[in-house]
């Protein structure tokens, strides 16, 4: 992968992650608990959207589901390069893995949500690999660079097949499905604009969704106030970030560095993503600000 | 974290350890993966009923039943004073440990059965801390004294209040029940080992039975005689 491209992909991610801090900050502080408790659900049923897509993915390209694939073909997006750390063990029944530089926390630091990021860790590991494993995975996160103190991430995951019926088992392990033939060719690589934009409007979707069933129009609100600052940032992010690059924030400078459609109506996603109103909210908090404050 | 230690009789400690070790490592052996589920169910049976009677415990004290009072004063994790653990935080919502020795992983290192050991570490704290504080807590064991290259145990566990109901938040932390007031002072819940010997029999044939039908009731029947 080019600088280039590396750099494409870090703006990817930090869109969503900087989106993130902001809802996650109006729903956490303006919420009360019933908005922690949104946040928290939110991330769960995001987690679990992930880890089911990329079960059921693997399985139709009659790939196991187990900790090796998880990390090698079920993946949605691309890794990216920011990331640093060591693979100390990498089995399908086992993986522990340290990360020493993790750019999600990186940017939370930046933005004073590191207690929010903390909240995204506690939750989006378990859900999203529990459901990738049917359940059956053990996933510990016992130190995290979101947590004061910690200088590092320790994960430890275990998948035994003996803690999954038989059927499971044959899904997930080689070697209890006899007659199984592994496909001669790798599965696709995945594709890093669709990968976050399917990161981007399923969270955006399923905080709208949370919001409204735990604090009702009040919460579809705080989600919406955090876009609009969110939007506000953002634009600020892609000026610097063009003029870093001697271009002009235009419109091909944000339609190459966001991993969204420029038209709304253009996004077939939303079919699935339109949770609780929430493509009429990104239009008019996310869309209409951003375009307005870069001026296009 | 001020922890004084309970009291813990090392020897019935020692027996339970070494019981586990031999009547699971005998089961793994002999039945392989279906061995390996046997014990790995009934390690979770015993966390489920220890975990249950802790809260139970502590119900009965009119303690609320979070991660500081489950984790403080006793309970059926490795005590005494072979046990040392290095306390980060200990609050009702947050458990961050370090344990830095443990009799029961000394007895299964000594026995060359780490893997067998662990498996029990990964089943049991889960299932133990579950029972006990809800099935929302977050229960995250990084490191093993029986993994390989682990020179310690850790322990980080979560328990979120926004993560509870109303009546779940009550229950369990102080500041969501107004009119709740604490005990002078927090009992000691004394493990005993003896009972998590005997539990654990009765467990494994639950759970042979489950996985083996008439020919694993018979093997553990055989081996816990």
């Known amino acids: 992968m080019s600088k280039q491209q590396d750099m494409q992909l870090s703006s990817f991610q930090d869109s969503w992650v900087i989106m993130y801090a902001y809802i996650a900050r109006e729903l956490y502080y303006k919420g009360g608990i019933a908005g922690e408790a949104a946040l928290r659900e939110a991330v769960r049923r995001y987690a679990r959207n992930r880890g089911r897509n990329n079960r059921e993915r693997l399985l139709a390209a009659n790939i196991k589901i187990n900790l090796d694939t998880l990390f090698h073909e079920g993946r949605d997006r691309p890794g990216e390069c920011r990331f640093e750390g060591p693979v ?20 939370w630091k930046e933005y004073d949500a590191k207690w929010l990021g903390r909240i995204y860790c506690e939750e989006f590991h378990i859900a999203a690999y529990q459901e990738f494993s049917f359940n059956s995975a ?33 899904l997930c392990f080689a070697e209890y499905d006899p007659g199984y033939v592994k496909p001669s060719t790798p599965m696709a690589k995945p594709d890093p604009r669709g990968g976050f934009n399917m990161m981007w409007l399923s969270m955006v979707g399923f905080f709208v969704q949370c919001a409204q069933e735990y604090l009702g129009e009040t919460g579809v609100s705080l989600v919406a106030v955090g876009l609009r600052k969110y939007a506000i940032e953002q634009a600020k992010v892609f000026t610097r970030k063009a003029h870093s690059l001697e271009r002009e924030p235009d419109r091909e400078f944000v339609a190459e560095f966001l991993p969204l459609e420029m038209d709304i109506d253009a996004e077939t996603l939303w079919d699935k993503y339109d949770l609780c109103g929430a493509k009429e909210i990104m239009r008019n908090c996310f869309y209409k600000i951003l375009f307005k404050e870069l001026g296009i | 974290m001020n ?53 139970q415990f502590l119900r009965d004290y009119n303690m609320k ?72 807590t977050q229960i995250n064991v990084g490191k093993e004294l029986v993994n390989e290259g682990d020179d310690m145990c850790r322990l980080s566990v979560y328990l979120r209040p926004a993560n509870l109901t109303q009546a779940e938040r009550c229950a369990q932390f102080e500041e969501f ?22 539990l654990f029999k009765e467990y494994l044939m639950i759970a042979a039975e489950k996985w083996l039908a008439q020919k694993g009731v018979d093997a553990v029947k055989e081996l816990v005689k």
């Open chain 2, 3 to 55: 922890s004084k230690k309970i009291l813990c009789n090392n020897h019935v400690q020692d027996i339970w350890a070494e019981f586990y070790i031999k009547t699971a490592d005998v089961i793994c052996q002999r039945f392989g993966m279906e061995g390996r589920g046997v014990v790995r169910d009934a390690v979770r049976m015993l966390g489920v009923t220890l975990g249950e009677e802790r809260a």
């Open chain 1, 138 to 170: 053990k996933i510990n996160l016992s130190r995290s660079l979101t947590q004061d103190g910690d200088d590092r991430c320790w994960f430890t995951h275990t998948m035994r097949p003996e803690n999954m019926t038989a059927e499971e088992r044959k």
């Open chain 2, 65 to 136: 039943i979070n991660l500081k009072n489950v984790f403080t004063s006793g309970g059926p994790i490795p005590c005494g004073d072979r046990t040392c653990k290095e306390w980060l935080e200990c609050s009702p919502e947050q458990v961050l440990v370090n344990v830095l020795s443990c009799p029961f992983a000394d007895c299964w290192l000594k026995a060359e059965k780490a893997a067998v050991g662990r498996m029990y570490c990964e089943e049991f704290y889960p299932a133990y801390l579950h029972a006990a504080c809800g099935s929302t």
């Open chain 1, 88 to 107: 100390l063990r990498e089995q399908e029944d086992e993986r522990i893995l340290h990360t020493h530089i993790c750019p999600y926390a990186d940017v």
């Open chain 2, 177 to 198: 029940d107004p009119h709740y007031t604490r005990p002078d002072n927090q009992p000691e819940d004394v493990p005993d080992y003896n009972r998590c010997v005997s």
